[in-house]
């Protein structure tokens, strides 16, 4: 029996998206895929303000005008009105956490001189050398264009923190920022709360706008999310960011971190979407490498490429539980459909891992329910469905899978339309099985074990030299100029070099920007797109 065209034909569309080049949507309309997925410099409208206020000089008694600005960032603040624009040109090491105003944006990235705007030649730094939290946000206010370093906070959120607030917070760098753990901590159970955001953290249905922020070398000792969390009810969009060595758990021997980079917990919804997840952890028998979502929270998980993540326990990348642990109560009732259903679709997951080498790429358990639509799953150590309640179509899946295990109160699993090309495991639970092709299966004759062919467009690449730009946190390759003229388009190709994992920022010429420490790199691989060579 022959596949359907529609499963051919979702698929090509699906890894053109892959080169970074364009993709359809639904519609079949043809959009376009650009780099967008890192901070960039964006230029202020100030006709959309009331006000503008200047921050520059060390002279105490400016005025907040361009001729005579401010000498810090908490003047200006105390000085600005409804629909303010702070636009600052210097760098400010803080002793009192800066707390902004509504409808105030604070804009960093300016000369002091000309007042242009350029974020890489003009740094404003906020930072602090106490032990505090470095901003706390408002709704609809702002923070764009700054390095937010170094912050060190015994409680949540250490770079900004939004308690039930809804800014923008965009084009930033957080870098190094921690949250240490409680100073008293003896929780009598497994999982307890501590101190979650490494970097950001909202509560009580905080809905910020996160977008094209680098999130690199964010560490929480004793909590989730050592980039991002949220708890309670939030409703972040969560896009075109870029996770980076961030680390949960540096110091948790009772799995308090989950959630290497970024958690989302106790209901939660958002959106995540179009961001770089890359080389993220989550120590300490904690689960979830990158993205961490449980207790009933179901946030749209889309686009977004998960590539060398590690979990302490389980899914390397991504972890999806419905039912929370309980230990000395109650389990929860299993909430309804329109209450409870996480969507990830369209994603690419490569060369995630985790100790048990059974859920490096996912583990989507505990009453989960949801549908995992258009993904490539490929050189991780499994994929891992378990008491769940799922749709899992139209897939290419190379890893070794697992569907098992159900609930009293689940609905049947639909597995319709895939790829499946690894030793699969199906047991203890019900699903229908729609036209897949999978590795050795024979369990009805709606599916088929015929090998599929992919387009062989993996390139190996000699690197005639390379250096690591550490403020930018990427890596500039020069390559040969006769082998530039055999490539495309390589935005957001995935590369290899021995055992580093990255992708393309940017490919110019014959230089390729790639994403952290590629110095000393003498040949590097593009992956394949697993495009299918089928007709």
């Known amino acids: 029996m022959k596949l359907k065209n529609t499963l051919s034909i979702k698929f090509v569309l699906l890894l053109i998206f892959v080169n970074g080049c364009q993709k359809f949507n639904n519609e079949n309309q043809l959009i376009s895929i650009k780099n967008e997925i890192s901070p960039k410099t964006e230029n202020v409208d100030l006709t959309n303000y009331i006000t503008v206020l200047y921050v520059s000089s060390n002279i105490e008694i400016g005025n907040g005008t361009k001729k005579n ?27 009192n956490t800066i707390v902004l105003k509504e409808n105030v944006h604070l804009f960093g990235g300016f000369n002091p001189e000309t007042w242009e705007r350029d974020l890489e030649r003009y740094s404003t730094i906020i930072t602090s050398e106490n032990e505090q939290r470095l901003i706390v ?5 702002q923070v764009d264009g700054f390095i937010i370093i170094n912050g060190k906070n015994r409680g949540n959120g250490t770079a900004i923190f939004c308690n039930g607030t809804s800014p923008i917070i965009s084009n930033n760098i957080f870098e190094n920022n921690i949250t240490l753990k ?4 003896a929780p009598k159970f497994w999982h307890e ?14 809905s910020p706008e996160i977008r094209g922020n680098l999130f690199v070398n964010n560490k929480t000792e004793n909590g989730r999310g050592a980039a991002i969390a949220f708890n309670g009810n939030c409703n972040p969009l969560i896009i075109n960011n870029v996770f980076l060595n961030n680390i949960a758990g540096l110091d948790d021997t009772m799995r308090s971190s989950d959630g290497g980079a970024v958690s989302l917990f106790n209901w939660c919804k958002g959106t995540i979407k179009r961001n770089i997840f890359l080389g993220n952890k989550a120590r300490s028998n904690n689960d979830a490498g990158a993205l961490f979502v449980a207790l009933w ?50 994603n690419i997951f490569i060369g995630n891992k985790n100790p048990s080498k059974n859920s490096g790429a996912m583990r989507f358990t505990m009453e989960s329910r ?7 799953v490929a050189q991780n150590n499994g994929i891992y469905f378990q008491r769940s309640e799922t749709n899992i179509s139209n897939n290419i899946i190379l890893d070794n899978m697992l569907v098992i295990e159900t609930k009293k109160g689940l609905g049947k699993t639909t ?41 062989d467009d993996g390139i190996e690449l000699q690197v005639l030299s390379s ?52 110095s000393n790199v003498t040949n590097i691989q593009i992956l394949p797109t697993y495009t299918l060579n089928e007709k």
């Open 69 to 95: 600005p401010y000498n810090s960032i908490h003047k200006a603040i105390d000085e600005a009105i409804e629909k303010t624009a702070i636009l600052v040109a210097k760098s400010d090491t803080i002793k």
């Open 137 to 141: 946000a408002k709704d609809s206010s």
């Open 182 to 185: 409680p100073s008293i901590w």
């Open 193 to 206: 709360t501590a101190n979650d955001g490494g970097a950001v953290y909202g509560c009580n249905g905080a």
């Open 297 to 346: 929270s179901s946030p749209k998980i889309e686009d977004n490429y998960f590539i060398d993540n590690e979990a302490g326990d389980d899914a390397g990348a991504l972890f999806v539980g419905g039912q929370e642990h309980r230990y000395d109560s109650p389990l929860d009732q299993y909430p309804p459909k329109d209450k409870f259903f996480v969507s990830i679709k369209n």
């Open 370 to 376: 949801g549908e995992f639509i258009e993904n490539i």
């Open 415 to 455: 597995i319709k339309d895939n790829i499946i090309w690894a030793d699969f495991t199906h047991s203890q639970t019900e699903a229908d099985f729609i036209n897949n092709r999978i590795y050795n299966f024979s369990e009805n004759k709606m599916n088929q074990s015929i090998a599929p062919s992919f387009i």
């Open 467 to 518: 250096y690591y730009l550490k403020k930018q946190n990427y890596s500039e390759l020069i390559i040969n100029n006769n082998q530039k003229n055999q490539l495309g388009g390589l935005t957001n190709r995935i590369v290899r070099s021995i055992n580093k994992w990255s992708l393309i920022k940017s490919f110019r010429n014959n230089v390729i920007q790639i994403w952290g420490d590629f």
